[in-house]
């Protein structure tokens, strides 16, 4: 497998959107050149291993997290502030002269961090997208229209609300088991049902649009089904059209072995991934990452951050399930792992609309984590179990999420996922033999995790005559 070339910005020069953002305005080469004080918001897995990457850079001064979890201390300095509370943030990167905030999860990016610190004297550069750019998010009526708009491949849709349920009930009718509904709005990864029969369906239509989710079904996308294999694609644009693309990903989603079971919040990830070839993500590059970069700028929608797409292969064609506007989780315990580079004046230099020169090089290596999660997950399960077997585990490196110090030191649970056990492997087995070994390494009451982790891309290498 040959390393994907990064050094891409778009053909055709995106223009007519020249710097909104007063944010680089007027900045001289020695303050773009100064090490950063970096304050990133977020408390998972996928946190730890930003930090973990961050950590490394010569560029960095220092490094928050907010609130961070029982691993993100280990690289830089856990502080006690919502994610959501702007106010408070403001406030903290004043006192503490934070230059850049990176956002990990989507909620503030929803909510409108970017815009709220546009603009303001002093203020840090946001590593997000704007509230606008959010949208592709947090509003999946806006990124199917977006898709349509700009000609990406993604499945036929329509969306309704309360006063075109009888369009929706016939839309159903037009299309084939089994039928998918989503919730226009955020929806804590849940918003998503996917139901066998045509009365499942139209009842599950009913329900959604009757408040199942609050406000975020209010209108409900419904699209067609497509039968596929999934994988996840995350792109570092800059608002100017440059843009760099990171390794691939393909994470597993379900609680039980061979996908079984309710979803989770993810069990494991793998990179590379075998079936997203050279000729795989040059379609994708060609025919989802550019108009996709090409058409934020173009609509002037600010957005200078990390593009995730949640890709299918159908028929060896790449299509749209989703964007996210942040990386994904379980996906980055595998995916900064892969970035050789200096990750830190990447994200600069996307926040500050300037990527275009920046080089990207990947490690070539295999990277697979396999998460550790509490007994019951994704349902009900205990929390404050003590955590163990953490200083044994050599051959990996452990990104925590569901984890915290108590006052004594003692590292506990405090979520479902607790630790993603992350490894590096010279090829696909030699890496899961890693996490896998981590993985049983370390211990707490009612751990459980998946022992089937990148056994489905193992076939799939071997059917690709790779082994
Ligand atoms: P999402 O919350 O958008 O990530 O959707 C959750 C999961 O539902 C995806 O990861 C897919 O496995 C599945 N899904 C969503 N849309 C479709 C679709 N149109 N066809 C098949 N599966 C889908
Ligand atoms: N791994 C999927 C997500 O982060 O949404």
């Given at each position: ?419 993603a056990c992350s490894a590096y492997g010279e090829n696909l ?39």
């Open positions: 497998m040959s390393i994907q070339q990064n050094l891409n910005i778009l053909k055709t020069p995106v223009s007519n959107n020249p710097e909104k953002s007063p944010f680089n305005a007027g900045e001289t080469m020695a303050e773009q050149t100064k090490k950063l004080t970096v304050l990133l918001l977020g408390s998972g897995g996928r946190e730890c291993a930003l930090a973990w990457k961050m950590a490394q850079s010569p560029a960095l001064n220092h490094l928050y997290i907010a609130p961070g979890n029982g691993g993100t201390d280990a690289y830089g300095e856990n502080v006690d502030l919502s994610p959501l509370d702007f106010d408070a943030i403001a406030q903290f990167a004043t006192e503490k002269g934070v230059d850049m905030i990176v956002v990990g999860n989507e909620d503030p990016l929803v909510a409108g961090i970017y815009d709220y610190f546009e603009g303001r004297e002093g203020s840090p550069i946001i590593a997000g997208p704007s509230k606008a750019g959010a949208a592709l998010e947090g509003s999946k009526d806006f990124a199917k229209q977006f898709m349509v708009r700009h000609g990406i491949p993604t499945a036929r849709y329509q969306s309704f609300t309360a006063e075109t349920l009888a369009d929706g009930e016939k839309f159903l009718e037009e299309l084939k088991a089994p039928y998918v509904l989503k919730a226009d709005g955020l929806a804590a990864g849940k918003g998503v049902l996917i139901l066998d029969s045509l009365d499942e369906a139209k009842s599950a239509l009913r329900e959604m649009l009757g408040g199942m989710f609050g406000k975020s079904s209010a209108t409900v996308v419904i699209e067609e089904f497509l039968k596929g294999i999934e994988c996840s694609v995350f792109v570092l644009t800059d608002g100017n059209g440059g843009y760099r693309i990171l390794p691939v990903a393909k994470d597993y989603k379900r609680i039980g072995e061979g996908d079984t079971g309710p979803n989770t919040g993810g069990m494991g990830a793998v990179s590379p991934v075998a079936f997203a070839d050279e000729t795989f993500m040059r379609k994708v590059e060609e025919r989802i990452i550019i108009p996709t970069v090409k058409g934020l700028v173009d609509e002037g929608i600010t957005y200078r951050g990390f593009i995730f797409l949640g890709l299918i292969e159908v028929g060896g064609e790449p299509m749209v399930i989703e964007y996210n506007v942040r990386m994904g989780d379980p996906e980055t315990e595998v995916v900064m792992l892969r970035i050789a580079s200096d990750l830190l004046p990447l994200i600069e230099a996307a926040a500050r609309g300037n990527l275009s020169t920046m080089p990207l090089e990947l490690d070539a290596r295999y990277a697979t984590t396999v998460m550790v999660v509490s007994g019951g997950y994704p349902g009900s399960y205990a929390k404050g179990k003590v955590i163990e077997g953490t200083e044994e585990c050599k051959d990996a490196i452990l990104f925590h999420a569901g984890t915290k110090r108590e006052a004594d030191g003692t590292l506990v649970t405090s979520g479902g996922r607790v630790i087995d030699d890496a899961l033999a890693h996490s896998f070994k981590a993985a049983g390494e370390v211990t707490f009451e009612g751990k459980y995790f998946r022992r089937d982790i990148g056994s489905d891309l193992r076939a799939i290498e071997e059917a690709l005559g790779m082994k």
